[in-house]
């Protein structure tokens, strides 16, 4: 299989401060990633795709100035959540579609807790 | 429009009795189906998917899903639960580099 890693797994944080989470595929390169946010048992809600070299696609209602994507290379993509306030507060995870083969199949990180204080 | 139909929001099996997990989809295209477990606090994990050709698909840990479009379903199977099972189940379809759409999730309690 594929393997996703995320950094950081868990982060808290001051209101107004901005918070940037890592996704990166290890073993194969992905030009697209997704974004997504899962509230407590719920299931998860995407927030915008991530394609490597140009602008992310936002879903509607997801503010793009306020979660910046960035997807740089072909194994990293950053969502930074700027001027962070309470109500960010969720389980952010990502997935990176693997396109190796005849696969094509979305890899999911391990997810990032943010806890906005 | 796209869709997923997880009905089943709880589960509660035995250890050691058969599962079955039920999904169902609306989609335009021939589908892309997935399924994918997530233990609390963590990532998704990739059971099995199914593409194209054999309908009954064999995935990890014991898992085994069948695809039968005249029912649009996709139902995930389990002969025999362990507790380590005990988990949220999520069904998803896509297609292409379009994002998956995910079920609202089916949550696994194994009792012993």
């Known amino acids: 299989g594929a393997v996703v890693s995320q950094h950081p797994s868990w982060v808290i944080c001051k209101s107004g401060t901005s918070v940037k989470i890592e996704c990166r595929s290890l073993d194969f390169q992905a030009t697209t990633m997704f974004w997504y946010r899962q509230f407590p048992k719920q299931s998860l809600m995407l927030m915008a795709t991530s394609n490597e070299g140009s602008k992310a696609t936002y879903e509607q209602g997801v503010e793009k100035d306020k979660f910046l994507i960035n997807h740089a290379s072909l194994t990293l993509s950053t969502l930074t959540v700027t001027s962070a306030h309470p109500e960010d507060s969720s389980f952010y995870i990502c997935?990176?579609?693997?396109?190796?083969?005849?696969?094509?199949?979305?890899?999911f990180g391990p997810g990032t807790r943010l806890t906005v204080l | 429009a796209q869709s997923v139909t997880q009905p089943d929001i709880h589960i509660t099996v035995s250890e050691g009795a058969s599962l079955e997990l039920r999904c169902n989809y609306s989609?335009?295209?021939?589908?892309?189906l997935f399924w994918y477990v997530q233990s609390p606090g963590q990532g998704l994990q990739l059971l099995l998917k199914?593409?194209?050709?054999?309908?009954l698909v064999q995935g990890i840990k014991g898992f085994e899903a069948e695809f039968k479009r005249s029912q649009s379903s996709f139902n995930l199977r389990k002969p025999s639960v362990h507790w380590s099972d005990a988990a949220e189940y999520f069904c998803?379809?896509?297609?292409?580099?379009?994002?998956?759409?995910f079920g609202k999730g089916t949550r696994l309690s194994v009792i012993a």
């Open positions: 989609y335009g295209a021939t589908p892309y």
């Open positions: 997935s990176a579609r693997d396109l190796r083969g005849s696969s094509d199949t979305q890899y």
């Open positions: 998803a379809v896509g297609a292409g580099n379009t994002p998956l759409v």
């Open positions: 199914y593409f194209s050709g054999d309908t």
